[in-house]
């Protein structure tokens, strides 16, 4: 059972818009930053946002990240096929001195 | 542009001791960053397994404590995972990462897939 929250899976049409979610508790998101990750099959996880709402280099503005209290959220607009991946969040945890991932979200692209 | 290499037995015992070798290249290992270890085991989400700074310090996930280990070796630039009496719960893919200051891990090796099994 993870520390954070995600909904197990998630789908869209192509072209349309996602958002994932990410729910913590003040030791966690509600006081560290948050990353997310997209893993697709058979690949290393892949950065997408950084510190809440930054997006590394390379990365398209599909992508964004946003957090409010102990939540973040993920959102990914003009939905392609190849965004068919695994989401995982992540950020640390104070009170544990831990590093805590979401149990990942499965997006489909129907 | 760092990237990581993961190397180590694809196959180790129950009770024994898993040990993974991440190699640095294009970077140094002496760098203010925190070296990572994420495993997945099959079919099954991210587990972070604990981080090492330039300096030494480490942070363990709490239920592993007692058995990992992370330590740098600055001559050879790598930095190490050992995990003890392993069973087959610890059967996964074992990723090295690196978080470069910005709160997130944004290099990772490709992975490599160790199997807990006589």
């Known amino acids: 059972q993870s520390v954070l929250t995600q909904p197990p899976s998630v789908s869209a049409a192509p072209g349309q818009k996602v958002t994932i979610s990410c729910s913590g508790s003040?030791?966690?998101?509600?006081?560290?930053?948050v990353s997310w990750y997209q893993q697709l099959p058979g690949t290393a996880p892949k950065l997408l946002i950084y510190?809440?709402?930054k997006r590394p280099s390379g990365i398209p503005d599909r992508f964004s990240g946003s957090k409010s209290g102990t939540s973040a959220t993920l959102g990914i607009t003009g939905l392609q096929t190849g965004d068919e991946a695994d989401y995982y969040c992540?950020?640390?945890?104070?009170?544990?001195?831990?590093?805590?991932f979401g149990g990942g979200t499965k997006l489909t692209v129907l | 542009q760092v990237q990581l290499q993961e190397s180590g037995p694809g196959l180790v015992k129950p009770s024994g001791t898993l040990s993974l070798t991440c190699a640095v290249s294009?970077?140094?290992?002496?760098?203010?960053?925190?070296w990572s270890w994420v495993r997945q085991p099959p079919g099954k989400g991210l587990e972070w397994i604990g981080e090492?700074?330039?300096?030494?310090?480490?942070h363990y996930k709490t239920s592993l404590k007692s058995r990992v280990t992370i330590s740098l070796d600055k001559s050879k630039n790598q930095f190490s995972l050992k995990l003890r009496s392993v069973t087959a719960a610890d059967t996964a893919v074992y990723y090295c990462?690196?978080?470069?200051?910005?709160?997130?891990?944004?290099?990772w090796g490709q992975g490599t897939m160790v199997t807990v099994s006589s």
């Open positions: 990462a690196i978080n470069r200051g910005n709160n997130a891990f944004d290099i």
């Open positions: 003040s030791s966690n998101i509600g006081n560290n930053y």
């Open positions: 090492i700074f330039h300096s030494g310090s480490t």
């Open positions: 294009g970077g140094s290992i002496s760098n203010s960053n925190w």
């Open positions: 992540e950020t640390w945890d104070s009170s544990l001195s831990v590093g805590v």
């Open positions: 510190e809440n709402n």
